[in-house]
């Protein structure tokens, strides 16, 4: 199984910070973010990832280069301009291959564990087609108080009574995905609110640690928590 890291963001509500690091790139505890996130995918035997990456991308490509340091491999997905989550998803395809794939955004913190996606259910549901997608929920964050998505016996819906935040983590079917808007800025959320219209996105509510890190303030929360462990 594939994964990948989305890290083509421009940072911008991160800045000053990303005006010469990009986002991914900023250090909790010693080490970038997005170097967490590619422990945690050794952690569950995932040793193939694809990395995608636009602003300031370089200093990430450098940073990674074939993954060999780590004992993964790691393909790159460059974008001229940030193409938006399924945009950038769609460029990369021919990396990823037919098969479900892992996604991680590349600026949450989360202590999950990425077997406990790998051997569920979800992915066997995915692998036969009777699902497009399966998404990690969290508890609704202060800066986003309304929640993302609803979920009703195992099965995310756009509406319900209780709502919960999309955590930035889900196994994805190619299928999802229309190779025709290939280079074409395109969000994520319209293509998961669509097929959740037909029944066809699992999700779960993880409990656990979760945080995204999108403004200085939760970076430097984020930081001093990790300095306290």
């Known amino acids: 199984m594939k994964a990948m890291i989305l890290a083509a963001g421009k940072g911008e509500r991160m800045m000053p910070l990303t005006a010469k690091t990009p986002k991914p790139m900023l250090e909790v505890a010693g080490k970038p ?23 300031l991308g370089e200093q990430i490509e450098i940073y990674f280069s074939t993954g060999k340091k780590w004992g993964v491999e790691i393909s790159w997905s460059r974008e001229e301009t940030p193409l938006e989550t399924a945009g950038g998803i769609i460029k990369a395809l021919p990396l990823l291959g037919d098969d479900p794939f892992i996604i991680i955004n590349g600026d949450v913190w989360c202590d999950i564990d990425i077997s406990t996606l790998t051997e569920g259910g979800a992915l066997k549901k995915l692998k036969t087609g009777e ?23 195992h099965q995310i819906v756009n509406q319900s009574d209780k709502m919960f935040t999309y955590a930035g983590i889900s196994i994805i ?37 979760w945080q995204d890190i999108g403004t200085p303030e939760r970076l430097h929360e984020l930081r001093k928590s990790q300095d306290n462990n």
Request: aromatic share 8%; hydrophobic share 40%.
């Open 131 to 153: 699902n497009l997608a399966h998404l990690v929920l969290v508890e609704n964050p202060l800066q986003n108080p309304g929640g993302d998505f609803g979920l009703e016996n």
């Open 33 to 55: 973010l997005m170097e967490y996130h590619l422990e945690k995918f050794i952690a569950a035997g995932i040793n193939q990832l694809v990395i995608n990456h636009s602003h």
């Open 173 to 209: 079917h190619p299928k999802l995905f229309n190779v025709q808007l290939a280079d074409q800025k395109l969000g994520l959320a319209p293509l998961l609110r669509e097929a959740a219209n037909k029944n066809q996105v699992s999700g779960e509510v993880y409990y656990g640690e």
